[in-house]
């Protein structure tokens, strides 16, 4: 099953414009990195796409639901809301490297164990931010979003593409050997 939306988080749309990088109430850490961080809101880009309609649906949620927690950041919410979209965020990742492998494996794909590692190590960096609550949800939201752009970003044009390549050339040699049987019978 692709699950392609977490359930409770408000509909996620992939947000397309730039932001401002200023935060509207002033509550906000208005520390140059941060700006920095915030201002490089993630946009989904065709050369993410890894020709797999299911998985590329969850990436794109992935995205959709990292928007809406910075957005909630830019917008201001209270603290109760963006720790919400935190949370969504983090359990649709731990959703998505489920169902992913699952898939992966189904399909016999032979990195699979070292992509389930990779994961593991994903997720605990994602839960790691999530421990930096002392220094602010503002803070921890932020990191989380350049941890997309460093970590989660490159997960999905090397591991995710090499597996889905790797799917592509079997179904490609398996037709082959289909069709030459179909040729000698
Ligand atoms: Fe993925
Ligand atoms: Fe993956």
Avoid: C
């Amino acid at each position: 099953m692709f699950p392609t939306h977490h359930e409770g988080a408000r509909t996620p749309t992939v947000t397309t414009g730039a932001t401002t990088g200023s935060d509207s109430n002033g509550r906000s850490d208005r520390s140059p990195s941060l700006r920095r961080i915030a201002m490089r809101r993630i946009e989904w880009k065709d050369e993410y796409d890894i020709d797999i309609g299911a998985i590329d649906e969850q990436h794109k949620a992935l995205i959709a639901l990292a928007n809406a927690m910075d957005e909630a950041v830019e917008n201001g919410q209270d603290a109760e809301i963006v720790e919400e979209t935190i949370d969504h965020l983090i359990d649709y990742v731990a959703v998505h490297f489920a169902s992913e492998e699952a898939f992966f494996e189904e399909r016999h794909f032979p990195g699979l164990e070292a992509h389930k590692r990779e994961h593991e190590r994903l997720l605990r960096e994602l839960l790691e931010l999530k421990e930096d609550l002392a220094l602010g949800l503002v803070h921890v939201a932020r990191e989380i979003v350049d941890w997309m752009w460093r970590r989660i970003i490159p997960h999905f044009l090397e591991f995710d593409r090499r597996a889905a390549d790797w799917i592509a050339r079997e179904r490609r040699r398996k037709k082959l050997h289909t069709s030459r049987d179909d040729v000698a019978a």
